[in-house]
Nanobody, 124 residues
Framework: QFPLVESGGGLVQAGESLTLSCVHSGFTVEEDSIGWFRQAPGKEREAIACIGTITGIMYFSDSVKGRFTVSADGQRDTVYLQMDGLLPEDTALYYC?????????????????WGQGTQVTVSS
């Protein structure tokens, strides 16, 4: 059983949008951090963005700045990743991860809980 559950992935065409959701049981963005990461085949896991205590919202990847937006709904224990203007190079398995009691960081090893991921595929 995973304490974080992602959803919302799918197959879209370049230029279209998707919104990913992460239900983060046992975490709050007021006291913890929820990060978004992605991993494409043959590549290392990449930090995209995060929302959490102390640091607020941070974007780690220059390639998504201006196109991706992180937000949170505390009542639903859900963090969203709104992805606009999707490009084929955005194709990857997208994960959310939780970091207990700490602010955002791009270092994936500092997140103790992970979801199973949701696949995003962007066709050209």
């Amino acid at each position: 059983q995973f304490p974080l559950v992602e959803s919302g992935g799918g197959l879209v065409q370049a230029g279209e949008s998707l919104t990913l959701s992460c239900v983060h049981s046992g975490f709050t963005v007021e006291e913890d951090s929820i990060g978004w990461f992605r991993q494409a085949p043959g590549k290392e896991r990449e930090a995209i963005a995060c929302i959490g205590t102390i640091t607020g919202i941070m974007y780690f990847s220059d390639s998504v700045k201006g196109r991706f937006t992180v937000s949170a709904d505390g009542q639903r224990d859900t963090v969203y990743l709104q992805m606009d203007g999707l490009l084929p190079e955005d194709t990857a398995l997208y994960y959310c991860a939780g970091r207990k009691g700490r602010g955002c960081t791009s270092y994936n090893i500092l997140y103790g809980s992970w979801g199973q991921g949701t696949q995003v595929t962007v066709s050209s």
